[in-house]
């Protein structure tokens, strides 16, 4: 497939930072807004501004047009690219599915998981059209709006996991992926065996929930010096409660047959491919305490994705799937418990669990695997 035109549908942190890379690549970018205030910036600078990690102008400018007419930014496109929260997933998909063309390539970033969703919208709206969906297990930077038309580049996400829906679609689409995130930026793309990989690869998940619920006094009170990364906000005890989280979503994928990484060694990987660094003996918590991380202030309060997305779509489906294929999550159960008594409301309702991503819980494994592949049992 000859990519020539790309649709980003979102205009947030990752939305910004997909239309500047995707611009920086040659593709003529058309960049979709919820609203008019959110692309009024981009409208009128003709295109969105990089800065550094210090919030420094890096000298590169995306030139992207800016609109909130969905089917002027589909039309044409070969890529459609959605980075997004979970939560803003539907909106997106329901709004685009009536005009998605025939072997049009659909990549949602930011929370696996989110093909199901473009599929369930596409067979709603009667779409017989052949659309390619593909998942990520996050976004490919760590990125941060900070106006209408600039957004900091803190770092790229050089390891990401695709899968597509069904599963057996994705080496078709393979080359597309190369070609958006191509080994010349550094990018490690590898082959998830179907789309529970990139779920549960969610570092977001993972690395912020923990300190979100162990520093609630200083988020609650808006304390601007609060990072949520850093040294004094992660002491070990806090790395303690995310290694906990993080060997049972590994144990969860197992019961799958994934090959699975512990989440220093998917940060190892990070780093070799970024830095050049192999650093077998990284422990966790050096792993976790980088500048690269550190310098992301907040969030400065309690309601915000890092726990209203991160639980329902994230831990809350670690332990469904856990309940699925026999598997206890003790401390992901207890950070979602807390979680729902600091903001006072049931997570587990409205979260993300094993019947919203269209699996039956008296499947067998084999039955999982197999709706993943085909798409159907």
Same mark, same amino acid.
């Given at each position: 497939?000859?990519?020539?035109? %790309?649709? %980003?549908?979102?205009?947030?942190?990752?939305?910004?930072?997909?239309?500047?890379?995707?611009?920086?690549?040659?593709?003529?970018?058309?960049? &979709?807004?919820?609203?008019?205030?959110?692309?009024?910036? /981009?409208?009128?600078?003709?295109?969105?501004?990089?800065?550094?990690?210090?919030?420094?102008?890096?000298?590169?400018?995306?030139?992207?047009?800016?609109?909130?007419?969905?089917?002027?930014?589909?039309?044409?496109?070969?890529?459609?690219?959605?980075?997004? $929260?979970?939560?803003?997933?539907?909106?997106?998909?329901?709004?685009? @599915?009536?005009?998605?063309?025939?072997?049009?390539?659909?990549?949602?970033?930011?929370?696996?998981?989110?093909?199901?969703?473009?599929? !369930?919208?596409?067979?709603?709206?009667?779409?017989?059209?052949?659309?390619?969906?593909?998942?990520?297990?996050?976004?490919?930077?760590?990125?941060?709006?900070?106006?209408?038309?600039?957004?900091?580049?803190?770092?790229?996400?050089?390891?990401?996991?695709?899968? @597509?829906? $069904?599963? !057996?679609?994705?080496?078709?689409?393979?080359?597309?992926?190369?070609?958006?995130?191509?080994?010349?930026?550094?990018?490690?793309?590898?082959?998830?065996?179907?789309?529970?990989?990139?779920? &549960?690869?969610?570092?977001?998940?993972?690395?912020?929930?923990?300190?979100?619920?162990?520093?609630?006094?200083?988020?609650?009170?808006?304390?601007?010096?609060?990072?949520?990364?850093?040294?004094?906000?992660? $002491?070990?005890? /806090?790395?303690?409660?995310?290694?906990?989280?993080?060997?049972?979503?590994?144990?969860?994928?197992?019961?799958?047959?994934?090959?699975?990484?512990?989440?220093?060694?998917?940060?190892?990987?990070?780093?070799?491919?970024?830095?050049?660094?192999?650093?077998?003996?990284? $422990?966790?918590?050096?792993?976790?305490?980088?500048?690269?991380?550190?310098?992301?202030?907040?969030?400065?309060?309690?309601?915000?994705?890092? &726990?209203?997305?991160?639980?329902?779509?994230?831990?809350?489906?670690?332990?469904?799937?856990?309940?699925?294929?026999?598997?206890?999550?003790? %401390?992901?159960?207890?950070?979602?418990?807390?979680?729902?008594?600091?903001?006072?409301?049931?997570?587990?309702?409205?979260?993300?669990?094993?019947? @919203?991503?269209?699996?039956?819980?008296?499947?067998? /494994?084999?039955?999982?695997?197999?709706?993943?592949?085909?798409?159907?049992?």
């Amino acid at each position: 497939m000859e990519i020539k035109k %790309v649709a %980003v549908l979102g205009s947030g942190n990752g939305g910004f930072m997909s239309a500047v890379d995707m611009a920086g690549l040659g593709y003529e970018t058309v960049m &979709l807004g919820r609203t008019e205030d959110k692309i009024a910036g /981009v409208k009128a600078h003709g295109g969105i501004e990089v800065l550094d990690i210090d919030s420094k102008p890096t000298g590169e400018f995306g030139k992207i047009e800016a609109t909130t007419d969905v089917a002027k930014a589909i039309k044409g496109a070969q890529v459609v690219l959605n980075p997004v $929260p979970f939560f803003a997933v539907k909106w997106f998909a329901e709004k685009a @599915a009536p005009y998605m063309e025939e072997g049009q390539v659909v990549i949602c970033l930011g929370k696996g998981g989110a093909a199901l969703v473009w599929r !369930k919208a596409l067979d709603e709206a009667g779409n017989k059209n052949k659309v390619y969906l593909v998942d990520c297990n996050t976004l490919p930077y760590g990125a941060s709006r900070m106006n209408d038309y600039q957004v900091r580049l803190e770092s790229r996400t050089m390891n990401l996991i695709f899968a @597509a829906f $069904p599963s !057996k679609d994705l080496e078709t689409v393979w080359p597309v992926l190369e070609a958006l995130y191509p080994a010349s930026h550094n990018y490690t793309l590898r082959k998830g065996q179907n789309i529970i990989d990139t779920i &549960l690869v969610d570092y977001n998940a993972i690395t912020h929930t923990p300190p979100m619920i162990c520093n609630v006094g200083a988020i609650n009170a808006g304390d601007k010096d609060f990072h949520l990364f850093g040294p004094k906000e992660n $002491p070990q005890p /806090v790395v303690n409660l995310i290694e906990g989280i993080d060997r049972e979503r590994m144990a969860i994928g197992q019961k799958l047959g994934l090959t699975q990484y512990t989440l220093e060694e998917e940060i190892r990987m990070v780093k070799w491919n970024r830095d050049g660094r192999n650093d077998e003996t990284l $422990p966790l918590y050096e792993a976790i305490h980088t500048p690269f991380l550190e310098v992301c202030e907040g969030p400065f309060k309690l309601e915000t994705r890092h &726990l209203t997305e991160d639980i329902p779509y994230g831990l809350v489906t670690f332990s469904s799937l856990g309940k699925l294929v026999g598997v206890p999550t003790p %401390v992901s159960d207890a950070v979602i418990t807390i979680s729902e008594g600091l903001l006072g409301r049931d997570l587990h309702t409205q979260g993300r669990d094993i019947k @919203a991503l269209g699996l039956d819980p008296g499947w067998s /494994v084999e039955q999982v695997k197999k709706f993943l592949y085909e798409g159907t049992v």
